[in-house]
Nanobody
């Protein structure tokens, strides 16, 4: 059974950095696109960044463009989201997602339509 689990959330001051990690299990990790999404209170879930199963392509969305880096380690079944220069408006629950279909294109918009398998989420709080 395809499962993902996030870790690394927490509280940070504006301008700070934080790294989130997601571990996948129950599926051939190196055959599935992965991504990070977030949802702030009272708002819909939005894409942050996605990475192709091979790690060769990434898709960064406008939400945090230029302030995040997504990466994956297929030997460890993990993806990471390094976040820089965090702002109070980045406060949200951050979700890891796995494309349920193998060998995707690496686009967040495509993954959302499938829909992906979600983790439980990890809270990120940025104070001013």
């Amino acid at each position: 059974q395809l499962q993902v689990m996030e870790s690394g959330g927490g509280s940070v001051q504006a301008g700070g950095s934080l790294k989130l990690t997601c571990t996948g299990s129950g599926f051939p990790f190196d055959e599935h696109d992965m991504g990070w999404f977030r949802q702030a209170p009272g708002k819909g879930r939005e894409a942050v960044a996605c990475i192709k199963w091979s790690g060769t392509d990434t898709d960064y969305e406008d939400a945090m463009l230029g302030r995040v880096t997504i990466s994956r380690d297929n030997t460890q079944n993990t993806i990471s989201l390094q976040m820089f220069n965090l702002k109070p408006e980045d406060t949200a629950m951050y979700y890891c997602a796995a494309d349920p279909v193998r060998y995707g294109l690496g686009y967040c918009s495509v993954m959302l339509r499938k829909p992906p398998v979600w983790g439980q989420g990890t809270q990120v709080t940025v104070s001013s």
